[in-house]
């Protein structure tokens, strides 16, 4: 059997956003055990000139559900990025997870060799479906996924590898 782009992008984000959302879940028991404001956890930063972690899990999302789109070549759906509470960030990724579970692996046949652009202010990049998973997406969303692990890390929340990597 031959390996699929979808096999190797789908089930790979939504595992990823699952355990985001159960890391995020240990960090709200975390801030009611300590009786600390959720929302001082949403806001916290690892240093001061990086995103907060309302905004690591907005582009976390945003690059799970941009792929899902941009590889099945259907239209991404537009999420406001005004969420404050960990709970709107579990809604957040909630929301994701529905869109990305939608695409069909047949949605994707051929998408290797899709055409995809991204226009940026400074920059358009250019790639194929294939270089675009590999070089852009999942570069970007394990780093904006581990960047919230390691801020809610950084503020006590005991987290550790495995709630990272999810269930083996």
Do not use: W
Not at 22 to 41: G, M, N, R, V, W
Not at 80 to 103: H, Y
Request: charged share 25%.
């Amino acid at each position: 059997m031959a390996l699929s782009l979808f096999d190797v992008s789908i089930p790979v984000l939504v595992r990823g956003l699952n355990n985001l959302s159960s890391i995020i879940d240990k960090a709200a028991a975390h801030a009611e055990a300590k009786k600390l404001d959720p929302t001082a956890l949403a806001q916290a930063r690892l240093f001061p000139d990086m995103f907060p972690l309302t905004r690591q899990v907005q582009i976390t999302c945003d690059t799970a559900k941009g792929a899902a789109a941009r590889l099945a070549g259907i239209e991404m759906p537009k999420h406001e990025d005004n969420e404050t509470t960990l709970s709107e960030l579990k809604q957040r990724i909630a929301k994701t997870l529905d869109f990305i579970k939608g695409v069909k692996a047949s949605q994707l046949e051929g998408a290797e060799t899709r055409s995809i652009e991204l226009k940026g202010p400074s920059r358009t990049l250019s790639f194929t479906g294939l270089s675009y998973l590999n070089h852009f997406v999942l570069p970007n969303f394990y780093f904006h996924e581990s960047i919230a692990y390691a801020i809610l890390r950084h503020n006590g929340v005991e987290v550790g590898k495995f709630d990272y990597l999810g269930e083996i």
